[in-house]
């Protein structure tokens, strides 16, 4: 099958299929934000907005949408609030598409739903994707890779680096990271048995680490008010 036309309501219905597996109550949005090309608009979604901790914000990678979020989005939820937010463009479009669905074949039946998912967020016009496509070049390739600067990053900010065991990215990353920041607080977790997807293959184990993760910056924020509070006493 050949697909060449995007419908924007056949993926609000795809969407709406997936996020139908949430427990938590969520809301969707779309963000205005001013770009160089001009005003664009983030299809956004937020659950547990009440909350007052420190906010959780997901962003998907390429070819995809908030809806890959959706083993995620419960337990990340629970106690703080998360938003993730879609980067969408054509320019995205992967043709293997056939292991998205196996992911998520425990909760969504219909093994067609996330195929025509990634298909439908990706065939629409660009928009928050052009964000992200004047910080690279190529496929891939930072224009200004983190790594060059992560040693200006302040030191009392922790930094908790996941990988899959079978990814292809590169992650001996992380140990450069840390030799870089020798007296700040950088964990690395690598999860056994997953590729890029993770959080898709294994999401009660990588939910666990991001929720310790925020927990850890909780702690670290408390302290430092406490500290403001003193000083100011």
Known sequence: MFWNQ???????????????T???????????????????EIWTISLNSESKKTPLVLIH???????????????LSK?????AIDLLGP???????????????????????FPNYVYHCNAQNPTGERAAYSMIWGYGWSKNPMLLRIDKLKKDIPLSL??????????????????????????????????????????????????????LHDKTSDVNENEIGENYS
Not at 13 to 19: A, H, V, Y
Request: aromatic fraction near 10%.
């Open 6 to 20: 995007f419908s924007s309501e056949k993926l609000e219905e795809l969407e709406g299929i997936i996020l139908s």
């Open 22 to 40: 949430l427990r938590t109550p969520y809301t969707t949005f779309h963000v205005p934000v001013e770009l160089k090309s001009g005003s664009e």
């Open 61 to 75: 990678g390429f070819a995809a949408g908030i809806g890959f979020w959706c083993r995620n989005l419960d337990e």
């Open 79 to 83: 106690d703080r609030p998360v938003y």
């Open 91 to 113: 320019w995205l479009i992967q043709r293997g598409r056939s292991d998205i669905a196996a992911k998520f074949e425990d909760i969504i039946e219909d093994n067609s739903v």
């Open 162 to 215: 996941i990988f899959g065991s079978n990814t292809w990215m590169d992650i001996s990353i992380g140990e450069k990271i840390k030799d870089l920041r020798p007296d700040c607080s950088v964990d690395i977790k690598i999860i056994d048995d997953t590729g890029h997807h993770l959080y898709s293959e294994k999401p009660d184990v990588f939910n666990d680490i991001v929720v310790t993760a925020c927990h």
